[in-house]
């Protein structure tokens, strides 16, 4: 690949470069790389389809799956050679396209929304796959996102200034994993062979693109096109950290407040910090007043910077194992001394010693340590996210010294990346990530503004993006999971509700009426399962169902001593039909052929003696004997009084001493599906849940965690007796950055105490 260039044309292009006459061989050298390149990688990925399949065929756990990766196997070999074809046709087709510039940017690829409207509409496997796509594009764009915005910025000279970002690159991974989900419409396979290849195609295809990128950025440069490149990607979305965003962008980004009120929050912002300096102003006259004048001049914005800078260059080693100790104690002292420090390593640099700064530096430098504070005592967030976000005081104070707007404008990347660490950690368990990439995320965001955050306030919004499609990523694939379990959950209510129902039309027909141990086994066992699935499958109102509850009253009358020729005549007109019934029912709960010859032999015998035959003796004492038929594993059992004990229980729920305008169970009656609560489990282990989906049936609250898997499931005045006890805790749902300032506001607004430590930095 590095010689795949070497017979292009070299151009210098120059400010009078003529770009529409040079662009075509400029695109077909680019063409001529990605073609080799990736035909080089795709065809390496082809070589382990094989061994990838052979061995998931070996460890399959039954025949038909085995079957599947074999059949699996036989066509990649058969379809290869077209679906290789189909691939580099379809990216020389973009190419072709964006030469031409009759191509469209694409939209990013996603997954469909996973709401329960549109779940019905999208099949399973066509969103597994975009799934799949959506991921790997993610974090090849990701890991890539230097050398790709390299080959963006080159491809806008090329084409005249036209934007180029990573979804309209026609050799970006977004563009590539839709050319290859193309081509595999020419494999007619399993989803689940699909889904390997789709694995191999990162590991062996995205995953090798460096390479190709670097050759492209190579010959481009050789060719003239921005040699001098600074290689400091900026995404689309970003704005300039300096300026306020337009109330338009702070509507977007803010779209739960109207539009218009977006001049009216920000003028509330700037309101609240003009008031906290109003308190700090107030907690500091007495004391500033009667400090003696100091002929040391004022630290400038420079000094604190290089300070501060130096102070972060020892958080980001030194002082890190502090905080992921997670002492509490420690996080508190670092946060409550960085005005000492700062104090100190000042003097250090100017060789005097500094005691003091100026009043607008000391309020900035107070309402950051005050902010910290309330994130290490903020029991939204588990003890490990308090100790990651802790270690971020030294940037954040930066900041705000750089932009002393960051407290006065809720849409400042700053203060956008603190609330959104902060949310997504609120959700974060250890049981919840276990593979700790959450975790990581946060902490490699945490380490990078440690490590790299010198002058430039865009890193907030940088990461901030970084953060926001991590999280969409994730929300993806946790919505899902989501979908899954309501269904999951959905199903067991209905089958719950067909059971109970059941239960209660066989039990007012049997209630009072004493029928033989044979009849009584079949109408509450076989019967009444295919009663439920009846249900379940026709409805309520359906004839099918009213047919079986006439099949109920039939069978019991059919228990009535027939002592008259009459009786008997209608009792063996009736017969026929109640076996014709029984045949239909017990084959619709999956009885063997021979178990319903043989209760139907039991029954033949029965009724004989009802119609006063003579029967052998054996006979009558095998129907006496008669033990219940079994019920298939596909069919759950039914027994009639469990189900109605159960329901009783369910509607009592022994929480009755509740009344209706409980100020808790109105708080719970009032919680909406996206509310993240903490529930104590067994062994005192503690897990975050938010609120999935509500019953339409029951009434009854799903909790997940943040992969979308089931947590617990409470009826309103069950999850209103454990907030109550202390078996569960509802989170805040309002920003950590407006939950922090109204908090800093009532303390301040409290009369200074000596254990007040904001008291105490304000008179340092």
């Not at 990605?34 to 382990?48: D, I, K, T």
């Not at 504070?373 to 705000?400: S, T, V």
């Not at 069978?555 to 019934?581: N, Y």
């Not at 039991?602 to 003796?617: N, S, V």
Request: aromatic share 4%; hydrophobic share 40%; glycine share 6%.
């Amino acid at each position: 690949m590095k010689d795949a260039s070497e017979s292009s044309k070299v151009v210098n292009l120059g400010p009078r470069l003529d770009v529409a006459g040079e662009r075509g061989g400029l695109l077909v050298a680019v063409r001529d790389i990605a073609s080799r390149g990736l035909q080089q990688l795709v065809g390496n990925m082809f070589e382990h389809v094989d061994d990838a399949l052979f061995d998931l065929a070996e460890k399959a756990e039954n025949n038909a799956a085995q079957m599947h990766y074999f059949d699996g196997m036989r066509e990649v070999r058969k379809r290869r050679p077209m679906i290789e074809r189909s691939f580099l046709g379809q990216v020389s087709r973009e190419l072709s396209d964006f030469a031409s510039q009759r191509r469209q940017p694409s939209a990013p690829t996603a997954a469909p929304p996973v709401n329960s409207l549109e779940l019905s509409l999208v099949a399973d496997n066509e969103l597994e796959e975009s799934l799949a796509i959506t991921s790997m594009i993610g974090k090849t764009e990701s890991r890539l996102s230097r050398d790709l915005y390299a080959v963006n910025q080159r491809l806008s000279v090329i084409c005249g200034g036209l934007k180029i970002d990573d979804a309209s690159n026609p050799i970006g991974p977004s563009a590539l994993a839709q050319a290859f989900r193309m081509a595999m419409r020419e494999l007619n396979a399993d989803m689940r062979v699909k889904l390997i290849i789709y694995k191999l195609f990162d590991r062996y295809a995205l995953s090798a693109l460096d390479e190709l990128y670097r050759d492209v950025n190579d010959e481009l440069i050789r060719a003239g096109v921005l040699p001098q490149l600074r290689l400091d990607p900026v995404r689309s979305n970003s704005t300039s950290a300096k300026a306020p965003p337009s109330s338009a962008a702070r509507a977007e980004d803010a779209p739960s407040a109207p539009q218009g009120n977006a001049e009216t929050r920000e003028e509330s912002d700037a309101e609240l910090l003009q008031t906290l300096r109003s308190l700090f102003s107030a907690r500091r006259g007495p004391t500033s007043a009667a400090a003696p004048a100091s002929n040391t001049p004022l630290p400038t914005v420079n000094e604190l910077i290089g300070a501060l800078s130096v102070l972060q260059s020892q958080a980001a080693s030194g002082n890190a194992a502090i905080h992921e100790a997670g002492s509490a104690q420690l996080a508190h002292q670092e946060v409550q001394q960085l005005k000492e420090h700062l104090l100190t390593q000042i003097g250090s640099l100017r060789g005097e010693r500094a005691s003091q700064v100026a009043t607008i530096d000391e309020d900035t430098i107070d309402l950051v340590s005050m902010l910290f504070e309330f994130i290490l005592e903020d029991r939204n967030l588990p003890a490990e996210m308090q100790a990651l976000l802790g270690r971020l005081q030294i940037p954040y104070l930066k900041a705000a010294i750089l932009d002393r707007k960051l407290f006065a404008h809720r849409q400042h990347a700053a203060r956008r990346l603190l609330d959104s660490l902060a949310s997504a950690a609120t959700g974060w368990s250890a049981e919840a990530d276990r593979d700790g990439r959450l975790q990581e995320k946060i902490k490699s965001i945490v380490d990078r503004l440690l490590h790299e955050f010198d002058d430039d306030i865009g890193i907030f919004e940088r990461l901030y993006g970084e953060l926001q499609s991590f999280q969409d990523a994730h929300v993806r694939r946790a919505e899902l999971a989501e979908q899954r379990v309501a269904e999951s959950t959905r199903g067991r209510e209905k089958l719950e509700q067909a059971r109970r129902r059941a239960a209660r039309e066989i039990l007012q027909r049997t209630s009072g009426v004493s029928l033989p141990p044979l009849i009584h086994g079949v109408l509450t066992r076989a019967w009444a399962n295919h009663l439920v699935l009846t249900i379940l499958r026709q409805g309520e109102d359906s004839n099918e169902f009213r047919e079986g509850l006439r099949f109920v009253n039939e069978f019991i009358a059919s228990t009535r001593p027939a002592r008259d020729p009459e009786a008997k005549r209608v009792l063996r007109q009736c017969l026929p039909g109640i076996e014709r019934a029984l045949r239909r029912g017990l084959a619709n709960v999956a009885f063997q052929e021979q178990d319903i010859e043989r209760l139907l032999g039991q029954l033949h015998t029965y009724y004989r003696q009802q119609l006063g035959e003579k029967i052998a003796e054996a006979e009558l004492e095998a129907v006496a004997a008669t033990a219940p038929l079994p019920i298939p594993d596909s069919v759950q059992p039914l027994v009639t009084d469990e189900v109605e004990a159960t329901a009783e229980d369910n509607d009592a729920a022994g929480f009755d001493a509740l009344a209706d305008d409980n100020e808790v169970l109105q708080q719970v009656q009032a919680l909406k599906p996206g509310a993240w609560l903490e529930f104590k489990l067994k062994d005192d282990a503690v897990e975050r849940a938010k609120l999935s989906w509500i019953s339409p049936m029951s009434g009854r609250y799903l909790f997940v965690n943040r992969r979308g898997l089931k947590v617990a499931d409470y009826a309103p005045r069950e999850l209103a007796m454990a907030l109550i006890e202390g078996q569960a805790r509802l989170l805040e749902t309002t920003a950590l950055f407006d939950r922090a300032m109204d908090a800093i506001v009532d303390r301040l607004s409290q009369p200074p105490s000596g254990g007040d430590s904001a008291s105490n930095q304000t008179t340092a």
